[in-house]
Structures are given as C-alpha cells and as structure tokens.
C-alpha cells in the first residue's frame, strides 16, 4: 500500500515564525502536491512537484515555498507565518504521467498560528 | 480556468438508505476524470470512485456509483445501503489531461452524516 505520511499532526506556531512541514512517500511518485483545507473552500493548491528540485506555484503560492531534494520527500515552509495561514494542510502524491491515477493522501497537519 | 462545485454542505441519511451527493463543474477540454474522494473524522483522505469524461458508462464500486451527465457538466455521487462508515466529508475533484501534472481541482467538500 502507498504511504504518505506527514511530520507532525499538529502544530503551534507564533506570528513570524518559520515553519517546516515535511512530507515522505514511499512508492517512488514523481509528483507531489502540498494543498490546504479550509472549511467552506475545500482543498486549494499551494504548490507541486513533478521531479526531484522542479516545482511550480499553484492557485494559493503566496506567503509559501517548497523544497524537493530527494524524490520522497517534499516540504512546505511557511517563512514568516502569520494568522491567515491557520489551516489544515494536506500533502498528496502521485505516479507522474500516469492519466487519471489517483492522488494518495497523507493525514494532514493542523497548523493554528497565534 | 475549471471549477467544481459541491452546492450541499452537509447532508444526512438514514442507515441503509440511499443518498445522493451532488457535484457540477465548469471546463472547455474534453477529455478529463472526475473523482470523489472520502475524508473520513481525522483519517486520510481516500479515493471513493473515478470516471474517464471518454466512457459514457457510469462508473461503480460495490455500493458506490456515479450519475455522470457530460452535457450538463455534473457528476453526483450515489450511496446506496448506507452504513455509519460512510460517514465523512467527500470531495468531488476534477482533472485534466493536457498536461501529466496530475493536478486536481476540488470542490468544497459535502459532509454527510449517517443516523443509526
């Protein structure tokens, strides 16, 4: 079975501070994909990957970056996080080139930002 | 650019009945899936049901189906015999195929409560 697990499940921040949230898989996918959920608003994509070091913004990029250096592994860093980024973050995974193959999901992390 | 919507946000049924969760969405291509994925009450999200835009059948999974309607760009969900493990927030998500990103765009999410 695909694996995708998340750092943390939850986690506290103050304003200004630099956040790092990780994801790894362990089923070799060449894309991965860091969304956020918010109630009413569904899932919005931050940011992807679709190779190790290759990335591109998504709808919602503002206020994030990503990192991937190794293919399991791709990260989220909030660089100043402020009370808008209070939200529950998704990590997700996929074979690249495949069409129409389902995305595996981690468990999320609930991030509040005081 | 596409849209989803998921117009009911939180539905009920009764145990063992039948319910329908809605979905429409807004697209220029042709060839697409569309996806309901299940979130259960602090679990992971999972895949439910899939459907190629290409396949004029309706997609099914043991009690899971699909009323895919390409014209009129909706795509509901169908429960049928629910159980309280149905239970969950789904999202309805659209994804194209001009491009092997894998990007999906979701809708806003049905809660669907199940009553014993």
């Known amino acids: 079975d695909v694996k995708v697990t998340q750092s943390s499940r939850y986690l506290v921040k103050r304003t200004g501070e630099k956040v790092f949230l990780e994801c790894v898989q362990d089923m070799d996918h060449e894309n991965m994909f860091w969304y956020r959920q918010d109630p009413g608003l569904g899932l919005r994509l931050i940011y992807f990957?679709?190779?190790?070091?290759?990335?591109e913004k998504g709808d919602i990029p503002e206020g994030y970056s990503v990192s991937r250096e190794k293919k399991e592994r791709f990260s989220l860093i909030l660089e100043s996080a402020s009370t808008n980024q209070t939200s529950m973050y998704l990590c997700?995974?996929?074979?690249?080139?495949?069409?129409?193959?389902?995305?595996?999901f981690g468990p999320g992390t609930r991030l509040l930002v005081l | 650019a596409q849209t989803v919507t998921q117009s009911q946000p939180e539905m009920s049924v009764q145990e063992a009945e039948t319910v329908t969760l809605s979905c429409t969405y807004d697209?220029?291509?042709?060839?697409?899936?569309l996806f309901w994925y299940k979130q259960p009450p602090s679990r992971q999200m999972i895949l439910v049901i899939r459907?190629?835009?290409?396949?004029?059948q309706n997609a099914t999974e043991n009690r899971f189906s699909v009323n895919f309607q390409k014209a009129a760009k909706s795509f509901s969900l169908k429960i049928s015999d629910s159980q309280l493990g149905d239970a969950a927030m789904y999202f309805c998500a659209w994804g194209g195929t001009s491009s092997n990103t894998g990007k999906l765009i979701f809708g806003q999410g049905t809660t669907l409560q199940v009553k014993p």
């Open positions: 997700a995974s996929r074979t690249g080139g495949a069409r129409g193959e389902t995305q595996y």
């Open positions: 697209t220029s291509e042709s060839d697409y899936y």
């Open positions: 990957s679709y190779d190790v070091k290759m990335k």
């Open positions: 459907q190629e835009a290409y396949k004029q």
